[in-house]
């Protein structure tokens, strides 16, 4: 009888402020003793992925997590990884690479150099997408691409170019989708389960670790790529992030976000104009 | 003769803000019945996660708009909830549920789905708790019962669509046997309960 008395309220083994709390503090110790700052990342994605570390690390509450990570770096690594890493793939929405040859590439030819950055670049597969298709529209030799993420262990995946072969098809698919003009499989050597993408395709790429949350601007770009890595952010932090891209860009310059992201819920949507119907790129006007 | 033990109604003054709909195989057809069913004067906010292939565009939307007056959006990031409203998990995303808008994700599948039903319901019977109400409806995996669990042990109300009539019955099933409390209705009794059930006014999260 006592679960259906109890049914009215919340049930006496699951209290949601004190779960809060709990992450409140993990995320508050995670900061002060690693530097790394998740305090403003969006509740319900940090909570899930907090979650699967407990389980992963064989804990049953936030709080064991908490004084596991303060005390063994290894585990700390462990969830910087859970917490930072944005699972992505090359050539993700096709169709909004076929709208940057179209309506991007002809600004670009425009300027003598241009200078990219990938911000969030997780383990590099947009990277490679975007080098592969400047290099086929002749603008490779012109651009550089600053590849940067808060997580030096994926920045170090990133720079080997070596991704796993069984995703091959689904990437093949991708970029013949996205207009890719030759044959995928030019790109890279298939080397035990991993493709080795050509090392040509980095020489215009510099990797570095740069932390949006807490990081300056550090260039000017005409392009910046985020895409589905503000969508951990909450709204606050998201709008200084924009801050930080408005700062960043050239006037007229470019902002690419992910499919499902949009300035709208934004303090910067004013400054920009969409530059595309069905896809969401954008040019600093203001 | 009532032999299962079902939610309770809420109490007076007790309303639901936000209504969670999960469906797989079957579910377009199951879905354009049920909005057709809610009333034009819905107060609650409706998310519906259907699975659908990752490259699927914004067809869904617009055929359940021709079905129901109340405007029908495709979720994207940090959109804000509203009463009154339904809208569509994309594909290829984790849609979540914070307290007055959606965050999206792109985490790893979950039991083979992004979108994946139970994270939807997960993070609304988190943020909503018992103003939270669960449905799963027809499908031919398991997804949404760990979540319609949650919902229902926060105080929130389960109902599962029938499963004699719905077109795939695994998920529904599966739904009732996570939650034997839960409210078994078909599609069409489903609409005119929601309708029947008070809704509360959505907290304003920046209030």
Not at chain 1, 21 to 47: C, K, M, Q, W
Request: hydrophobic share 40%; proline share 5%; charged share 25%.
């Amino acid at each position: 009888m006592s679960s259906e008395t109890s049914l009215a309220g919340a049930p006496s083994t699951y209290n949601p402020d004190l779960e809060r709390l709990e992450i409140e503090l993990l995320l508050e110790g995670v900061f002060r003793h690693y530097g790394f700052d998740f305090r403003a990342y969006a509740y319900a994605s940090i909570r899930r992925r907090l979650w699967k570390r407990v389980e992963g690390e064989q804990l049953r509450t936030i709080s064991g997590l908490q004084a596991r990570i303060l005390h063994d770096t290894e585990a700390m690594e462990r969830l910087l990884l859970d917490l930072s890493v944005n699972v992505t793939a090359m050539f993700r929405d096709p169709s909004f690479y076929r709208e940057f040859r179209e309506k991007v590439v002809p600004l670009l030819r425009t300027y003598p150099f241009i200078r990219i950055w990938h911000a969030g670049c997780s383990t590099g597969e947009e990277v490679f997408s975007m080098a592969i298709l400047l290099e086929e529209e002749g603008l490779y030799d012109r651009a550089r691409l600053y590849a940067t993420d808060i997580n030096d262990v994926v920045l170090q995946r990133a720079k080997q170019g070596i991704f796993p072969l069984d995703r091959m098809q689904e990437y093949t698919e991708n970029y013949m989708k996205a207009g890719g003009k030759r044959s995928f499989s030019e790109y890279y050597t298939a080397k035990y389960d991993g493709a080795l993408f050509s090392p040509s395709l980095t020489r215009n790429v510099v990797f570095s670790q740069h932390n949006l949350v807490t990081d300056r601007s550090f260039s000017e770009f005409h392009v910046i790529f985020c895409r589905n890595v503000l969508i951990y952010f909450d709204k606050t932090l998201q709008n200084r992030v924009h801050s930080l891209f408005y700062d960043s860009l050239v006037m007229f310059g470019l902002m690419a976000l992910g499919s499902k992201e949009s300035l709208k819920f934004s303090q910067y949507e004013p400054c920009y104009e969409k530059l595309s119907v069905t896809e969401k790129l954008y040019r600093k006007v203001h | 003769m009532q032999a299962r033990h079902v939610d309770p109604l809420p109490a007076l003054g007790v309303g639901y803000d936000i209504v969670v709909v999960g469906t797989s195989w079957g579910g377009l057809a199951a879905l354009r019945t049920f909005v057709s069913g809610v009333p034009d004067t819905f107060m609650m906010a409706i998310t519906l996660v259907q699975h659908r292939h990752k490259d699927s565009d914004h067809l869904l939307r617009v055929l359940l708009q021709e079905h129901t007056r109340l405007e029908v959006c495709e979720v994207e990031d940090k959109m804000p909830l509203q009463h009154g409203r339904i809208y569509v998990a994309p594909p290829d995303y984790h849609t979540l549920v914070e307290p007055g808008h959606f965050s999206l994700s792109t985490d790893a599948p979950v039991r083979y789905s992004r979108p994946s039903i139970d994270v939807t319901f997960s993070s609304a019977a988190d943020s909503y708790g018992h103003r939270t109400v669960g449905i799963v409806l027809t499908g031919a995996n398991a997804d949404g019962s760990q979540g319609l669990r949650q919902i229902s042990d926060r105080g929130g109300m389960a109902i599962v669509q029938d499963p004699a009539t719905a077109e795939s019955p695994t998920m529904p099933a599966a739904a009732v046997k996570a939650v034997p409390r839960a409210r078994v209705m078909s599609l069409a009794g489903i609409s005119a309960f929601l309708g029947s059930l008070p809704a509360g006014v959505p907290e304003r999260e920046d209030a």
